[in-house]
């Protein structure tokens, strides 16, 4: 078949620590290929040069048979290249049509058209988006969609989709995966990254693998299973690290109960929800998006607050406590490990060393009057080491990193603090199996030294493998409990949504 984009022996430095080395890459017209790899592995980094991102030192790029090099993204996206990027490119100042349309206006514009114009744009790709609503308000999974939609609608020959189900809920997925079908059948050529290898192997027709920035193996997806891409990616088995048998594994004992929620509200997205979290286990909880289940635990952490009046209370380790900002939460060692990293975990700009410190200087634990250079680069080297956090060198900006790379970081941010409770939320969204494990072993590491763990995920096998015990949240409070050698799938997902 036609090759509408092929990538011949193209590297790219950074630093000169090569991100990709002479990798081959091949898209066909009318075809859907999966890019799969560890965080580090230079998925991002090839497709961003086919995007006009970043500009290849080595090797060349056939587009429509033709050798060509893109200078700007826009440059790309007027030759029928779009790409829809791991983290959110809208202006969170405009309202959703706006984002829609930017770029491709017309010299006089009405709000109102627009606005008509982009409601019956995305009702037809099923996504349940006000094209009124600002950005700035939206949620990460509808922030999506508005990537998603805008890529469609520039009526782009190729599409590169960088992790865009990793905010979806099961039934936008259903949806998204009907878009691209439909897309694939109109001729469009569609690269698709991702962390979820049965969404890959559901959805491709083809799948590449990358390892330490080169290629590793191309085939039709019909000859891959995930033992095949986990050990092409990693170089070794994983299925038992990530999903162990929930039958025969020991569940932790309750311990101290060191937090406790009796009755508290937040408006309309927390209910008079009550619970209670334990030290030295893992407490799973799992909810729909729109359950509440982050913003209860955002409650906890000071980063919101609850009602003023009939908001309930809570008791940190038998007293009761009301948190004005997340310092105060920080100070008493409750550690709220974000999804949105990018937005609320890191400083992009920073290194990851300061990074980290940020950690020790928000809990107050810096013994000295100013920040010393060694300490900072000695916190960094622990971390890097502990964390397996893969970078150039221990000074580079926390933005060079991959996705999964930079949750790393802020997951070491918050333990620098040495917490008492960590709330991690979706701690493995946008992460490799190889991260996931290491990550999943860091989470159980926690709870054997006695600390209480709290993990909110949307993806049930993670919330079945870690939990000692699971809540479901459902429309602001926690509705059922239970063991992990008692539920399944099915019934968790039951109480979720009746």
């Known amino acids: 078949?036609?090759?509408?984009?092929?990538?011949?022996?193209?590297?790219?430095?950074?630093?000169?620590?090569?991100?990709?080395?002479?990798?081959?890459?091949?898209?066909?017209?009318?075809?859907?290929?999966?890019?799969?790899g560890e965080n580090g592995a230079?998925?991002?980094?090839?497709?961003?040069?086919?995007?006009?991102?970043?500009?290849?030192?080595?090797?060349?790029m056939l587009y429509r048979g033709k050798e060509t090099r893109f200078s700007s993204p826009h440059e790309a996206l007027q030759d029928g290249i779009a790409m829809v990027f791991q983290e959110t490119s809208l202006v969170p100042s405009m309202s959703v049509a706006q984002n829609l349309y930017l770029?491709?206006?017309?010299?006089?514009?009405?709000?109102?058209?627009?606005?008509?114009?982009?409601?019956?744009?995305?009702?037809?790709?099923?996504?349940?988006?006000?094209?009124?609503?600002?950005?700035?308000?939206?949620?990460?999974?509808?922030?999506?969609?508005?990537?998603?939609?805008?890529?469609?609608?520039?009526?782009?020959?190729?599409?590169i989709f960088d992790e865009p189900t990793a905010s979806l809920t099961p039934e936008e997925k259903h949806y998204f995966f009907g878009l691209l079908k439909r897309l694939?059948?109109?001729?469009?050529?569609?690269?698709?990254?991702?962390?979820?290898?049965?969404?890959?192997?559901?959805?491709?027709?083809?799948?590449?693998?990358?390892?330490?920035?080169?290629?590793?193996?191309?085939?039709?997806?019909?000859?891959?299973?995930?033992?095949?891409?986990?050990?092409?990616m990693v170089g070794r088995e994983l299925s038992d690290e990530i999903y162990r048998?929930?039958?025969?594994?020991?569940?932790?004992?309750?311990?101290?109960?060191?937090?406790a929620l009796h009755d508290v509200s937040k408006g309309s997205m927390v209910r008079n929800t009550s619970f209670s979290i334990f030290s030295g286990q893992i407490t799973g909880v799992f909810g729909l998006i729109g359950s509440g289940r982050t913003e209860t635990f955002r409650i906890v952490a000071g980063v919101d607050k609850r009602d003023f009046s009939r908001g309930g209370e809570i008791e940190f380790e038998d007293r009761k406590v009301r948190y004005v900002t997340p310092t105060d939460a920080v100070a008493d060692g409750i550690v709220y490990i974000t999804e949105d990293r990018k937005g609320e975990g890191i400083f992009d700009?920073?290194?990851?060393?300061?990074?980290?410190?940020?950690?020790?200087?928000?809990?107050?634990?810096?013994?000295?009057?100013?920040v010393r250079k060694s300490d900072v680069r000695k916190l960094a080297s622990t971390w890097i080491e502990q964390l397996n956090i893969k970078t150039i060198n221990a000074e580079a900006q926390v933005v060079e990193?991959?996705?999964?790379?930079?949750?790393?970081?802020?997951?070491?941010?918050?333990?620098?603090q040495n917490p008492r409770i960590v709330i991690f939320d979706e701690p493995t969204r946008g992460v490799d199996v190889g991260a996931i494990a290491e990550i999943h072993q860091l989470i159980n590491d926690l709870a054997d030294r006695g600390i209480a763990v709290v993990v909110i995920s949307s993806y049930l096998p993670e919330i079945m493998n870690l939990s000692d015990r699971i809540l479901v949240c459902r429309q602001g409070r926690i509705v059922e409990e239970f063991s992990p050698h008692d539920a399944?799938?099915?019934?968790?997902?039951?109480?979720?949504?009746h």
Do not use: C
């Open 184 to 232: 694939k059948q109109s001729g469009v050529s569609i690269i698709f990254i991702s962390h979820a290898l049965e969404e890959a192997l559901e959805i491709s027709d083809r799948i590449t693998i990358l390892r330490d920035g080169e290629l590793v193996m191309t085939g039709d997806t019909k000859d891959f299973d995930r033992d095949i891409i986990v050990s092409a």
């Open 1 to 36: 078949m036609t090759a509408v984009i092929k990538m011949e022996k193209v590297s790219k430095f950074y630093r000169k620590v090569p991100a990709i080395r002479g990798v081959d890459f091949d898209l066909r017209k009318g075809e859907i290929h999966a890019l799969l």
């Open 42 to 60: 230079g998925k991002s980094t090839l497709t961003k040069i086919m995007a006009g991102v970043v500009e290849a030192n080595e090797g060349r």
């Open 245 to 259: 048998d929930d039958s025969v594994r020991t569940l932790r004992k309750y311990g101290k109960k060191v937090l």
């Open 401 to 416: 990193l991959s996705g999964g790379n930079q949750q790393k970081v802020v997951i070491g941010k918050g333990l620098a």
């Open 103 to 159: 770029g491709s206006e017309n010299f006089l514009n009405r709000l109102r058209g627009i606005n008509i114009s982009a409601q019956q744009f995305l009702q037809s790709l099923n996504f349940g988006v006000d094209p009124k609503a600002m950005v700035e308000s939206l949620g990460a999974a509808s922030m999506q969609m508005v990537e998603i939609a805008r890529a469609v609608h520039h009526n782009a020959e190729v599409i």
């Open 349 to 370: 700009s920073m290194g990851i060393g300061e990074n980290l410190f940020g950690g020790i200087l928000a809990a107050g634990k810096n013994d000295n009057w100013v």
């Open 488 to 497: 399944t799938q099915e019934k968790i997902m039951y109480a979720s949504v």
